[in-house]
């Protein structure tokens, strides 16, 4: 059974938050859509999956991301994958 219960955190997506060493996310405008990506990421040794939810001026956000040991390991920080960014 996957633990989701990070969902359920009020937490701002990092783009306009920013969170230390969270290099991928993506922003559902459901629980359940936000759920059924947790399902399907492939996680590398030390990596972990981080999220929350929040509202922006349309409607409630869910979001699911990557969080890294080392982000210098990622490569090049300034391609860091931001996928709906505020559900755009």
Same mark, same amino acid.
Do not use: C
């Given at each position: ?21 969270v290099v991928a996310w ?9 759920? @059924?990506?947790?399902?399907? /990421? ?23 991301? /990557? ?8 490569g090049n920080v300034t391609?860091?994958?931001? @996928? ?5």
């Amino acid at each position: 059974m996957i633990n989701d219960s990070f969902l359920d955190e009020s937490r701002e997506v990092p783009s306009t938050t920013p969170m230390e060493r969270v290099v991928a996310w993506s922003v559902f405008r459901s629980r359940e859509e936000a759920r @059924h990506l947790v399902e399907h /990421v492939y996680l590398a040794p030390g990596q972990s999956l981080v999220g929350g939810h929040g509202q922006d001026s349309i409607a409630p956000y869910w979001w699911v991301g /990557v969080q890294v040991p080392d982000v210098s390991h990622w490569g090049n920080v300034t391609a860091v994958h931001k @996928h709906g960014r505020l559900g755009d």
